[in-house]
Nanobody, 124 residues
């Protein structure tokens, strides 16, 4: 099981980025999936998640209306479209998969597999 996150970078406030997380060695379609982030000096937090079965999603309040999670099971890839980025969005972003109960939520302990982080920096 391997997850490869990409798409991070530096962007000005108000800008956009799209993160990708590609799975290899297994089929993504059987897993609920989520994006998490960890800012310097802060705990990792769950920001957006998507079901494996019915497409239901979760967003933490701070990203609602700005971020969109999606998945393309044919490409074995999870996405996070991030618009209207703010300096407080600066963090390392991680993708993760949950394979037991189609859990869609921010609890870190529910997730079984993790990708490496991709860094997002929002600064003028």
């Amino acid at each position: 099981v391997q997850l490869q996150a990409s798409g991070g970078g530096s962007v000005q406030p108000g800008g956009s980025l799209r993160l990708s997380c590609t799975a290899s060695g297994f089929s993504l379609k059987y897993f609920a999936a989520g994006w998490f982030r960890q800012a310097p000096g802060k705990e990792r937090e769950g920001i957006s998640c998507i079901s494996s079965s019915d497409g239901s999603t979760y967003y933490t309040d701070s990203v609602k209306g700005r971020f969109t999670i999606s998945r393309d099971n044919t490409k074995n890839t999870l996405y996070l479209q991030m618009n209207s980025l703010k300096p407080e969005d600066t963090a390392a972003y991680y993708c993760a998969l949950e394979g037991d109960s189609d859990y869609v939520g921010p609890l870190i302990d529910e997730y079984d597999y993790w990708g490496q982080g991709t860094l997002v920096t929002v600064s003028s």
